[in-house]
């Protein structure tokens, strides 16, 4: 299964740096997914997680190496979606934001319940969403900083599209996937803690 997992981030990172639109986007795009792959790597003897974590942050890894080489405001599939729908802008963004609460939700509730950092599961829940707010704000700031410093590169790495409530409703993505994440897999997951 591990060698499965390696393949497939490997296959689609060297596809996804396959002529990307733009190879700075690309890069800042990417970048999170080749982290965590690092960070898995040098945690995986010591702190093992669950396969659904793992194939959690597999599809989200998927998901920012897709926006990555198309860039997020230009990503095919969700062009034909605004034909067929009568969206206003290519939404592949608003999916890498749900994801980035969905996912990080599952990594923060893992370490909590293993580690036994908050008790009760109401406590484990708000701390699970308030981490991926905070997360998700975070990161709103990093592509704040990005386009300071990148000047008029930086609208692909935005995605804005021209939409002035980008930020907020990105933050609000992420907070649906948090709680969509605790509501619909927190069962599941306790299954897949009882046999680590």
């Known amino acids: 299964m591990k060698m499965l997992w390696v393949a497939i981030f490997m296959a689609v990172l060297i596809w996804s740096g396959t002529q990307p639109k733009d190879y700075l986007t ?13 960070v898995l790597a040098l945690t995986y003897r010591s702190f093992r997680l669950t396969s659904l974590v793992y194939f959690l942050i597999l599809v989200h890894c998927v998901i920012l190496m897709v926006g990555g080489h198309y860039t997020y405001a230009e990503v095919p599939w969700f062009d034909d979606m605004k034909a067929v729908f009568g969206f206003e802008r290519n939404n592949y963004d608003k999916v890498g934001h749900f994801v980035q609460g969905f996912v990080p939700a599952m990594i923060a509730r893992e370490l909590i319940l293993r580690k036994n950092l908050i008790n009760g599961k109401f406590w484990t829940g708000f701390f699970v969403v308030c981490f991926c707010l905070a997360f998700s704000a975070f990161y709103e700031l990093i592509e704040w900083g990005v386009a300071l410093l990148s000047g008029e590169s930086a609208e692909a790495f935005l995605g804005t599209q021209g939409y002035i409530w980008d930020t907020q ?14 509501l619909s897999l927190s069962k599941a997951h306790d299954r897949y803690l009882e046999k680590v």
């Open 169 to 182: 409703s990105d933050m609000g993505y992420a907070l649906l996937g948090a709680l969509l994440a605790l």
């Open 26 to 38: 690309w890069a800042l795009e990417v970048a999170p997914a080749v982290i965590g792959f690092v």
